[in-house]
């Protein structure tokens, strides 16, 4: 497993734009997928987007498509949400996780928080109207 650690996170205007990070320690992190999630109070935790292990590939939760884009930088092994337009219903925690499990796997990209088994203590976003 790697220790995933979130940051970047706060308060911003209907609109605005945010950008969050999440740091990871382990030399392994440039080898495995990543993705993004999110959760608001009294709900499931839900998927947001997803990135493979070189940044070739992407992908997003409809929700989000347009307006959010993923990116990682395995040389600083730091993983990026940039949330564009925000809407007050992104408001939630918003957490990164990897899917240690699986190594140089294009398609190891899960849409789901039980297909990852390393995760961050999550950073708030809170989107005012």
């Known amino acids: 497993q790697v220790q995933l650690v979130e940051s970047g996170g706060g308060l911003v205007q209907a609109g605005g734009s945010l950008r969050v990070s999440c740091a990871a320690s382990g030399r392994t992190f440039s080898s495995h997928g990543m993705g993004w999630f999110r959760q608001a109070p009294g709900k499931e935790r839900e998927f947001v987007a997803a990135i493979s292990w070189s940044g070739g590939r992407t992908y997003y939760a409809d929700s989000v498509k347009g307006r959010f884009t993923i990116s990682r930088d395995n040389a600083k092994n730091t993983l990026y949400l940039q949330m564009n337009s925000l809407k007050p219903e992104d408001t939630a925690v918003y957490y990164c996780?990897?899917?240690?499990?699986?190594?140089?796997?294009?398609?190891?990209?899960?849409?789901?928080?039980?297909?990852?088994?390393?995760w961050g203590q999550g950073t708030q976003v809170t989107v005012s109207s």
């Open positions: 996780a990897a899917d240690t499990r699986v190594a140089f796997s294009a398609s190891a990209m899960g849409v789901t928080p039980r297909e990852y088994d390393s």
